[in-house]
Nanobody, 127 residues
Framework: QVQLVESGGGSVQAGGSLRLSCAVS????????MAWFRQAPGKEREFVAG????????DYTDSVKGRFAISRDDAEDTVSLQMNSLKPEDTAVYYC????????????????????WGQGTQVTVSS
């Protein structure tokens, strides 16, 4: 079983930066592809960024490319999301997720592909 705990959310003005962290624990914690999703009020949960098990590839939704960066540090058991040039439309609850399959070599965009979720952290960007 994998446990995920997010931190680092908060309120920031447009153009500002935040860094989200996800603490990963559990016996097979380094064996999963990881991702960040977000969900704004009244909208479906959407894929934001993902990283493979060994960190050799990343993927981003178009709206955050060039502004967000996902990384993983297996020695520290963390997955991070650096968010720069934030926009009001980035406002959402952000969730860390671990893949449902061990060692999957592709990054899945569908929420159904992830079996482990954190509790979420609120990010609010004001104009």
């Amino acid at each position: 079983q994998v446990q995920l705990v997010e931190s680092g959310g908060g309120s920031v003005q447009a153009g500002g930066s935040l860094r989200l962290s996800c603490a990963v624990s559990g016996r097979t914690r380094t064996s999963y592809a990881m991702a960040w999703f977000r969900q704004a009020p009244g909208k479906e949960r959407e894929f934001v960024a993902g990283i493979t098990t060994i960190g050799d590839r990343t993927d981003y939704t178009d709206s955050v490319k060039g502004r967000f960066a996902i990384s993983r540090d297996d020695a520290e058991d963390t997955v991070s999301l650096q968010m720069n040039s934030l926009k009001p439309e980035d406002t959402a609850v952000y969730y860390c997720a671990a893949d449902a399959e061990l060692f999957r070599v592709v990054i899945t965009w569908a929420p159904e592909g992830y079996a482990h979720w954190g509790q979420g952290t609120q990010v609010t960007v004001s104009s």
